[in-house]
């Protein structure tokens, strides 16, 4: 009985130490083991129990108990190594997709970072909404669509645009208004645009964006193409009118559109829960028979997801799907905000989980990818936003002459008479 009791104690210590840490995986491993093998003694008397009742049980027969308790000696072992060293993988994409995300998501953050200083010098001005923090949604959507695929945004564009294929170049001299900009220098931070790219813009008017967004569907829909539309709005722009009129008409009309809210949790500084009793924004979807899924939007895995699955369907000619992504914004609504509605520490929180820093870590740990490599990617991305600044100093201010240029004019408009 001293060796029983010495074998007791020996589990107990695991039981307190390795075990607290592994025991849930170890235990699936049992399940998994006494399930496979048809062991009814183990898969009736394991499943449920605590390491110290696995002991208990062990030690409550006699012989019986000790070709258990052999078995157990020769088994654990073998399973709690491989606990120490199986990588429980959730790689689910290719390395040169991971590879793509790091890159575009570390490209978007240092554009807009650098953005954020050059406002701080003056360098920019007007309104200016950074999208940091909110990477992961341009990143999964983009692995998820096909280049031709329409997006249109609100002012919360800079990130979109990049992503779409619009220079960093091209961004950085609209948001200084220079000639060169995507918009000519006409429009600035919230009104990027790229007709080549298939970017919509840049929209200042909440909501507006959800019917012109359906407008781009049934646009591809009329010309026969297969193209889907990928229309964003924030959570605020969820409570607009627009969105209902909207999703009663694109279901009607079974339109090729992906209605995504980035829900960041906060309309300037009005949160969610402030603004209706539907917290759950993808609910709004029901009314009108909607598709409706909530997404982490904080991972680049789960947005491509997501998008593929609504993509397909509507490529199928199924219509319309609402998704609502649950992101974060590191930063203020814009330029000048105290941010008094919500706590450092829910900031740290979200930053915690940064989704460059997980896939960064995706990388090095599941990919084998060297330091030296992702050194090289942050210095190629450092060198394009550097370019970007001097090509967007460097540029001309718009000629006097294209202050009336690329505006709408209804020549036989008969209210205004000079
Ligand atoms: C029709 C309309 N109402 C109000 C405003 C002022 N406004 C600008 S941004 C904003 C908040 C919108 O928040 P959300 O849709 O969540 O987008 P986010 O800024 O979080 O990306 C408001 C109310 C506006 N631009 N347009
Ligand atoms: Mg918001």
Not at 24 to 42: E, K, P, V
Not at 279 to 298: E, F, H
Not at 341 to 363: G, N, Q, W
Not at 392 to 416: C, G, H, M, R, T
Request: charged residues 25%; contains cysteine; negative net charge.
């Amino acid at each position: 009985m001293a060796n029983l009791s010495f074998l007791k104690a020996h589990f107990k210590r695991y039981t307190s130490t390795v075990f607290d840490l592994k025991f849930q995986t170890i235990q699936d491993q049992i399940n998994g083991f006494s399930n496979n093998t048809g062991n009814t003694w183990l898969s009736n008397r394991l499943p449920g129990k605590t390491m110290s009742e696995l002991v208990e049980i062990l030690m409550s027969d006699s012989i019986l108990s000790l070709c258990r308790i052999a078995f157990f000696i020769l088994y654990l072992p073998l399973k709690i190594k491989s606990v120490g060293t199986t990588k429980t993988s959730t790689v689910k994409f290719s390395k040169e997709t991971y590879l793509y995300w790091y890159e575009l998501m570390l490209l978007l953050r240092r554009f807009e970072e650098k953005a954020g200083q050059l406002y701080g010098m003056q360098k920019i001005r007007g309104f200016c909404h950074l999208y940091i923090g909110q990477e992961a949604l341009a990143a999964g959507c983009m692995t998820a669509t096909r280049p031709e695929d329409p997006f249109i945004t609100a002012y919360r564009d800079h990130g979109l645009a990049i992503a779409k294929g619009i220079s960093a170049k091209a961004c950085m001299a609209e948001l200084y208004g220079k000639a060169t900009g995507c918009s000519k220098g006409k429009g600035g931070s919230m009104h990027f645009f790229g007709l080549k790219e298939a970017f919509f813009g840049g929209h200042g008017i909440v909501g507006a964006q959800i019917g012109t967004g359906a407008g781009l569907a049934f646009a591809e829909k009329y010309k026969g193409t297969d193209n889907v539309s990928l229309t964003f709005f924030g959570d605020g722009a969820a409570r607009q009118g627009m969105l209902h009129e909207t999703f009663n008409m694109a279901m009607l009309w079974k339109l090729p559109v992906i209605f995504i809210c980035e829900n960041n949790n906060y309309a300037m500084g009005t949160s969610v829960a402030r603004t209706s009793n539907v917290v759950d924004i993808y609910k709004l979807a029901d009314a009108y028979d909607m598709p409706g899924d909530s997404v982490d939007g904080m991972s680049p895995e789960a947005v491509h997801e997501a998008v593929a699955r609504a993509v397909k369907r509507a490529r199928a000619g199924d219509g319309p799907t609402l998704l609502e992504m649950k992101t974060y914004r590191y930063k203020g609504h814009s330029m000048s905000d105290p941010q008094k509605y919500r706590t450092k520490e829910e900031v740290e929180e979200y930053k915690s989980k940064d989704p460059i820093e997980v896939t960064k870590a995706t990388l090095l740990n599941e990919f084998g990818v060297s330091e030296e490599e992702i050194d090289k990617i942050i210095e190629r991305v450092r060198l394009e936003v550097e370019e970007s600044v001097q090509f967007a100093e460097e540029s001309p201010w718009p000629d006097d002459n294209e202050l009336l240029k690329d505006v709408y004019v209804q020549e036989d408009y008969p209210f205004i008479v000079d």
